[in-house]
């Protein structure tokens, strides 16, 4: 059927597989949230934004009422959550965030991803200097004024909002703010009836590594690997 099939073909194939990764991920959360704060997202802020970010992926409805109620289950899966932080080939630092039921299984996987590389895992708290916890909002910015925006949601603890295209190459409006304001923010951008696409609590490198092209070829080999990992929620790096 040609070349441009097989392209397309190969495209359709990757989105799918990102869905899915996507999706599994979501589950977590929604279980996690579940587990914390119980089924009711009207008073569990943590299950509500999940349940939003679920559907910014077009999670199907089904799949999210599946998830919170195998959470709601007492044989139900407990995943803690770890955080480890290590450094890629040329001196790339990479932070993941992991949701696991096996500890062991965790740090062992990640910890051959970082040899098989050349790379190394770190003490926790060694990257602090490069990351940042944020509270990041994604949204649609229409025909919003986002000058006049900008100023309104300062004392809701906004620190940046600028545009960014999203994976389809249309415009996404982005805020930052501490993620200790993530509930103050969300709370003013509902009142002002905007329709957030993403909420979610993120790390923003606050210094960055510049490499060669051949050179981000071995560090995003590490990163490939940690993100087919299912036991891993995130991956960050201060690649430039």
Request: avoid cysteine; hydrophobic fraction near 40%; proline fraction near 2%.
């Amino acid at each position: 059927m040609g070349r441009a099939f097989e392209f397309r073909k190969e495209r359709k194939f990757k989105r799918w597989a990102k869905m899915a990764v996507q999706f599994t991920r979501l589950g977590k959360e929604i279980a996690m949230a579940v587990k914390a704060g119980g089924p009711n997202p009207d008073g569990n802020s943590r299950l509500k934004t999940a349940i939003q970010n679920a559907k910014a992926v077009n999670m199907p409805k089904d799949r999210v009422e599946a998830a919170i109620k195998r959470a709601s289950s007492k044989d139900s899966s407990n995943y803690e959550e770890i955080v480890y932080e290590g450094y890629a080939p040329h001196g790339v630092a990479v932070l993941i965030e992991t949701a696991t039921d096996n500890t062991n299984r965790t740090v062992a996987n990640v910890r051959s991803y970082f040899n098989k590389v050349g790379g190394a895992l770190g003490k926790t708290g060694s990257l602090d200097f490069i990351f940042q916890r944020k509270a990041v909002f994604r949204f649609l910015p229409g025909e919003l004024d986002l000058e006049e925006l900008e100023l309104e949601l300062i004392d809701a603890g906004l620190e940046d909002l600028f545009v960014e295209d999203d994976e389809e190459g249309n415009d996404i409006a982005v805020i930052h703010t501490p993620f200790e304001d993530f509930g103050k923010m969300q709370k003013a951008l509902e009142e002002k009836g905007i329709e957030v696409k993403s909420a979610k609590l993120e790390r923003v490198t606050l210094s960055t590594a510049e490499v060669s092209e051949e050179q981000a070829v071995d560090v995003l080999k590490l990163i490939d690997k940690l993100e087919e990992d299912d036991d891993v929620q995130a991956v960050y790096h201060n690649m430039a």
